[in-house]
Every structure is written in C-alpha cells, then in structure tokens.
C-alpha cells in the first residue's frame, strides 16, 4: 500500500489532458505550489517505548513480529482519508506509533494486551489501514507510547462448515485472500467495498462495512454468525446459533466496536456458492427522484439484483464521459442504475426479468450490459483517482449517510446545499449505494478546488454536511464508522444515556483505557 496514496503505486492513475483542463477551467483547480514530500522527509516523534516495554513485546511475539524502523512506522500512521493522506503529503507523521507488533494467535493478542494494559502503552488494532474516519489514529495524552497491532499474520481460513455453510476466518485477511481460500471450497463471502482490495476481515468487522453487492449478500454486520475477541479483561466468545432469544446479542457490542472494546481474532461467517453466473447492466432514469422511486418499489417489494446503485445526474454525466467530451458536458445524461445480479443461471435470470419488468414499469430505459460492465470493470479504480486529483490541486472527498426513504429527498438535497454553502461552487456528486424496505444509503463524492489550507477548508465542508445530516435525520455514518471524525455527531444520536452505556462497557472492559483511546466513545 503507498503511504501516502491508495494501493499499489504501479496502478497509478493519469489525469488525462482533457480533464486537467476541464478541472482548470471549470473549478479553477491549479495545481499546488508545494510538491508533496518524499517518503525520507515525513517527520516522525522520537519513539516514546522504553526498553523494557520494547523487549517483553519481542519476547511475546517474536523479534522478526516487532518493528520499530520509520518505514513500520510511516506505513500505520492514520488511515486513508483525504485529511490523513494531505497529511502524509505534507510530510507530518506526528500520529505515528512507536512501535508495530504483529501477533501470530489469539493468545499474543491477549497477552499484549495484558503487557500493555500493565505499562499504561495504547494499542491501536490495524486492518488494512483503510479507515476513513480517524479509526487509526490513538490519543497519546497519558499513556508511555503507542503500538499499532498489526493483525496480517491472523490470515488462516480455520474452518469450514458446508452444511451450516459457516466458515471461521481470521480477521487479518485481505478481501482478495479471505476469496481465495473459501474459492477452493466453492463458496464466497459476497463482500466487495471499494476497499476491497486491501481491507480486511477485522476491519469490516470493527467499523460495520458494506459491499457493494449489499442488496444480494447483506452488510459484512450481517454475515457474522460468531466472534472471539480479546479485551484486556479476558476472552469473549459470542455466537453459538444463527438467532437466539437468549437476551440481547452481545455479538452487536464487539461489531462496529472500532478496536475501543477488544481485539477480534476470529469470525464466524456466513458463506454462500460462488456465483455460476455475473451479469451488470444499466438503466437509465430521467431524473434522480424517479429513479429513487424505483429502486424504494424494488427494495419492498423484491428481488432485489444483487448490485442495485443509482448515480444522480451530476455523478452519472461524469462517470459517462469520455475524456474527449468533457469539454462539453451536458445535464441530459439522466440518471444511470447499476443493476447486477451474481448466481445461478436460473436464479439470475429469474431476477434480472422481475427487476427488469419493475425497472421499465417506474419509466426506466434499457440501456444494456455496457454501462454495468464498466462499472464493475472499474469499481476498485477510483481511489487512484482522488491522488491524482489531490496532486493536481483539487480538494476531492467522500462522504455516506442512511436515513429513511421518505427522507432520502431532504437530506439529498440538504448535504448538497451545505457542501455548497461551505465550498463555493464544488462538484458534487451522489449515488444511492445501498437499498433497505425501509431506506437507502446516500454517497457523496466531492471535488474542489484546494485553498491554501486544504485540511481547513475540508474541516469546514466536513462539519457542515454532519450537521445537515444531524437535522435532516440521518445517520452520520451507513458504513464507513465513528473513528475520531464523527464522535461528536455519534454522541447526539445516541443521546447522554447511550454514551454512558458505551463508556460503561469500555471501562468494564478495558479499564485502563488503553484501546485505540480517542475512538468512537463520546
Ligand atoms: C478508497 C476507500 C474505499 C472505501 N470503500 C468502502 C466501502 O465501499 N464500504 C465500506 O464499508 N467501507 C469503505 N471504506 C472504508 C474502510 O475500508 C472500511 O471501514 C473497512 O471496514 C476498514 O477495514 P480495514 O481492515 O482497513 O480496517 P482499519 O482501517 O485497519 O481499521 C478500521 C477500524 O477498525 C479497528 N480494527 C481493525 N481491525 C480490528 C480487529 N481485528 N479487531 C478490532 N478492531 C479492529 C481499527 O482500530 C480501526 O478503528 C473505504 C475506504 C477507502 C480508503
């Protein structure tokens, strides 16, 4: 993973001319003054571990699992938001952790936990390090160092369970790795976020993910049948059938926990057969509330495809242009639907024709497999995109909220006003990225031209859309989590009784506070 980028730097992504122009012309994006910094130049704080800590941590995970040089330690400071990788660009590691320590079992974890919890050193649990909203990053205030707790040696497929289809994973799988071993048993897990690649098990776990195959196979939340987790107090072990009445399911307090109440060490995950068949189309709808409107019929009433997205106009007369007509973009390119449906050929063919049938009956056009195949051509490209844009001078963002559907209007058109009021003239862009009967989830991408103090003028664009989301009755996060970025807002949906509990469940669990501190709790 690049440090101060996404992924792998060989996929890098080129501006083309013509969109350099447009970027020139349109939002006035020049590029910055300043080049970025080079790895040698990221300043780090002087390593605050004293050599006790340093060598019980060795002595409980192995010299080779401990690691202390500035490359371990560049490479788990914060996660991959636009703030964190501006950061990084700058040259500021000052979130760097002192040391990282990669654990091989459950009983490491547990045991560094107890080292830690003893010498007051915070732990911060690492995925994929892929977190968007300050998961990554630990409050230092009080404590004698920082780890990060690499989980990439946690990487078994443990078991499986054909006919139950369960099979229990260890939280340091990537997406691609957790495929590949339930592939050999002929089966997936379905989860596909566009962080895929490099995200892990834990990681969607910890911060509740959701895949963009959501509407076939569920969010990561739903696919947990079971869990271990190591906290500083001990061991907990949850989930021993698919529902029970036997009192609330405290499975729910360790997912979306964010690495504040223990460590996952294992999952127990609903699995399905790999897909005979993947078929991606698309659709077009007039205008953004119409086809809102049929993807509400299709979520109430069914099948759903297994991928069901809806781009508004802004964000699909971006996604399909090509470079050569950016010049002139025009505003009739409506409204494109994804819908994409994975399975067997009966079961596929099935759905594609109900959904179909609904998608022509809610005034939708046919616009065939193009449009679908492109999408899922490219769907884990777009992050090379944004550190092209950062590096050409735009300020260019995301953001997800979930409400109800009778008040996705509202709070459409809410954020997008407050993106607007804070940014000037931005691009914005939104999709309905995941379907419920009784709502959706909306996705924002931003694109603007940087100020000479991007990480304020993001700040600001930040805090107003959290605040429309507040009063317009969303939820200030469908997938992407709390972290540091959204406690604030976390804390007014939950109310002071809720936090209490959160703080009650942390201190039970974690007394010493020594869990990613500064994270998720209000
Ligand atoms: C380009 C990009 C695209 C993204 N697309 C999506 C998307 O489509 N859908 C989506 O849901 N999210 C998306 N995300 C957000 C992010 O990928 C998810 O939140 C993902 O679940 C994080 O997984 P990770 O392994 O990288 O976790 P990390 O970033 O390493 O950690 C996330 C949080 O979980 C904690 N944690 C990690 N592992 C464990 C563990 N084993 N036990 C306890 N706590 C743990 C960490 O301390 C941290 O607080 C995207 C992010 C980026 C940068």
């Given amino acids: 993973m690049l440090w101060s980028g996404w992924g792998d730097p060989a996929k890098a992504a080129e501006l083309p001319e013509p969109v350099r122009r447009l970027l020139g012309e349109v939002l006035g994006i020049r590029e910055p003054a300043a080049p ?137 799988l990537r997406g691609p790795q957790a495929e590949h071993l339930l592939a050999g048993h002929g089966m997936t897990l379905g989860h596909f976020p566009q962080s895929y690649e490099y995200a892990t098990l834990g990681g969607f776990a910890a911060a509740r993910s959701s895949g963009q195959a959501s509407a076939g196979y569920g969010r990561f939340d739903d696919l947990v049948v079971g869990l271990t987790a190591a906290t500083p107090r001990g061991t907990l072990d949850l989930g021993r ?48 509330p119409a086809g809102v409107a049929a993807l509400r019929r299709l979520a109430q009433e069914g099948p759903l ?8 106009e802004a964000e699909t007369m971006v996604g399909l242009a090509k470079p050569s ?30 959904t179909a049938a609904t998608l022509a009956e809610m005034g939708g056009v046919y616009l065939g497999p193009e449009p679908g195949e492109k999408w899922a051509h490219g769907r884990y490209a777009a992050p090379y995109l944004r550190d092209s844009l950062l590096a050409a001078g735009a300020t260019v963002e995301t953001l997800e909220t979930a409400c109800f559907w009778s008040g996705v209007p509202r709070l459409y058109d809410a954020v997008r006003r407050a993106l607007a009021a804070s940014l ?61 970025d959204h406690r604030q807002a976390y804390a007014l949906e939950i109310g002071e009784l809720g936090a209490e509990i959160l703080r009650g469940i942390k201190e039970r669990l974690d007394p010493a506070g020594i869990l990613n501190p500064g994270v998720l709790i209000p």
């Avoid at 914060?78 to 964190?84: L, Q």
């Avoid at 729910?252 to 991606?280: D, H, K, W």
């Avoid at 996705?443 to 700040?459: C, E, I, M």
Wanted: hydrophobic residues 40%; charged residues 20%; proline residues 6%.
């Fill in 305 to 312: 495809p297994t991928v069901l997205r809806l781009s508004d």
């Fill in 241 to 288: 059938a698919p529902k029970s009445a036997a009192g609330p399911d405290l499975r729910q307090v360790i997912l979306g926990s964010e690495g504040a109440f223990g460590v996952i060490t294992s999952l127990r995950l609903r699995v399905r057969r790999a897909p005979e068949l993947r078929v991606y189309e698309g659709w077009r709808f007039g205008a953004f």
């Fill in 36 to 172: 970025a910094a080079t790895f040698g130049e990221v300043r780090l704080p002087a390593p605050a571990l004293s050599p006790l800590v340093l060598t019980s941590l060795g002595a409980i995970v192995g010299g080779d699992h401990l690691r202390f040089d500035d490359d371990a330690r560049i490479r788990h400071t914060r996660g991959k938001s636009t703030p964190d990788l501006l950061l990084m660009r700058a040259g500021n590691g000052s979130d760097a952790p002192d040391a990282v320590v990669l654990p091989g079992t459950h009983g490491e974890v547990a045991e560094v936990l107890r080292l830690c919890a003893e010498h007051r050193v915070a732990v911060v649990p690492f995925g994929g390090g892929t977190s968007v909203v300050g998961g990554l990053v630990a409050s230092r205030t009080g404590f004698a160092g920082v780890v990060a707790l690499d989980l990439a040696r946690l990487n078994r497929l443990v078991s499986v369970d054909p006919e139950s289809m369960v099979a229990e994973l260890e939280p340091g």
């Fill in 325 to 354: 007509d950016l010049g002139s973009l025009s505003s009739d390119s409506g409204c494109l639907v994804v819908a994409g449906y994975e399975g067997t050929p009966g079961d596929v063919s099935y759905r594609r024709e109900r």
């Fill in 424 to 484: 000037g003239s931005p691009l914005v862009m939104c999709h309905v990225s995941h379907v419920y009967g009784t709502g959706a989830s909306l996705y924002f991408t931003v694109v603007t031209a940087q100020t000479d103090d991007p990480l304020g003028q993001w700040a600001g664009a930040k805090r107003a859309a959290g605040e429309a989301i507040v009063q317009s009755g969303g939820t200030i996060s469908h997938h992407h989590g709390v972290g540091r």
